[in-house]
């Protein structure tokens, strides 16, 4: 008969977070940038069926990484508490601030009883009438928020990611200039930028004429978009962040290790 | 301590709204218990009803259009509800009967089909919607049979294609598939006559809508619980049309053109 061992908490905190850590590290990177008339969300996904990318409600989508059928639990999770509540009130009364919450509450109960945490990292978009009022939450495995303004990042790249994208305010420019940035950053840590039938992408438009503002864009759609003529911000973009990247890219492994506890 | 969302959201299997509210929350749907019923004894006096809906098929879809009238017995309870309404962005629903429930019955059925849409990642196909709200009906059978009934009118494109089909349904939840047009509400048997004459294949938009306001005139003529284009008030009937590109309203200013015009027609014709 073999008593438990003791585990100190901090201990079994640590380990718990280094195994989600290790799964969500293992996913290709998502990315969400706000744009003049609203926000783009991508994602490198070879699959065009099983998607990283969903929407929500009318102004409030949903990107992913890590295990598939733990955020597709909590996808359809959002998608029926946003319904219920914009049923029992108003669709009005549905917002990114109550959903986000929910799955905070979610995730850091998973994370401290279960047996094993989600291996997830989640944003939860929402455009708001004007710019001003946009919302971009980035959720971690233990139920961490992060309020962003800009952009954002997660999964494998996502340090990385950021680090290229710090400091670029993307919320002025077109929609075109700001999927060139995104579609760049994409391809951090590698040779090639993501092959274009390879990418999902979808935007939350303001000037939708529906009340359902989620819209999936084709590999067509991105062709034409990516074909149109931009301006030089985009490259000028590219180019501070690509210095950064190169240098950053070495240390990317152990800078995981150090965040977030 | 609250803990983010009920187990029943995150291990919930079913792809309806209407079965998971029903399971967590079923104050929200639509019910009137047998007891509410009970103690109100000649509930029928004193409930809005709404009246005639017209469906037909056209060029490259279907249209719907209803007018715009409820009643209570023989008074008139409201000169602006609006019956017909897109269900999604390939179909639209039309509705006559107690306007309480057919209204709720609407935004459920929207829901529905958003639901599935979102949970499933793909539309359900114009059949399956149909049957959708058929078995919605027969949730309601009980109501029905207290006289509280909601009778609707389906219509829509299946994506890709370039024509679109009509379904009718009795309250019993029972679906039929119309061939080329229908009608329901107090005034269908007038609207329906003048279909027969008006309608032909391969309508155009604009003389679908013409046909249209032809067929509610005649049922707002003979009966009086449908209201005809409003000229004081600059109130039209509600005209939808759905084709390939979605569904579209027909603005109201240009619906009331053609009652202007057919109203004209029709008083050059009545004079001796």
Redesign the interface.
Known sequence: MSAPFYVSPEQLMKDRAEFARKGIARGRSVVVLRYDDGILLLAENPSA?L?KI???YDRIAFAAVGKYNEFE??R??G???A??R???YDRADVTARGLT?????????VFTTESKPFEVELVVAEIGEHPSSDRLFRLSYDGSVADENEHVAIGGQAEEIGKRLSGLRTAGKPLAEVLAIGHTVLGTGRDEDVDLDDLEAAVLERSAS?H?TFRRLQPDDLRALLAAPTTDEATSGEGTGGDEATTASGADTEARGDEGQ | MNTGFDPAFLSATTNSFTDFARSVAPDVLPHVSSEQLAAAPGHRAGVPDGTTIIAFKTAHGVLMAGDRRATVGNLIASHIIEKVHAADSASVIGIAGTAGLALELIRLFQLELEHYEKIEGTPLSLEGKANRLASMLRAGLGLAMQGLAVVPLFAGVEPGRDSGRIFSFDVTGGKYEEVNFHSIGSGSGFARGALKKLWSPGLSEAGGVRVAVEALIDAADDDSATGGPDFVRQVAPVVRVVDADGVRRIPESEVLQYATAVVASRAEGDRP
């Open positions: 069926t998607h969903a929407e929500i639990t909590l359809q999770a998608v029926r508490y319904d219920l914009g049923f029992s919450n929910a799955y905070a509450q979610t995730l850091a109960s529906s359902r």
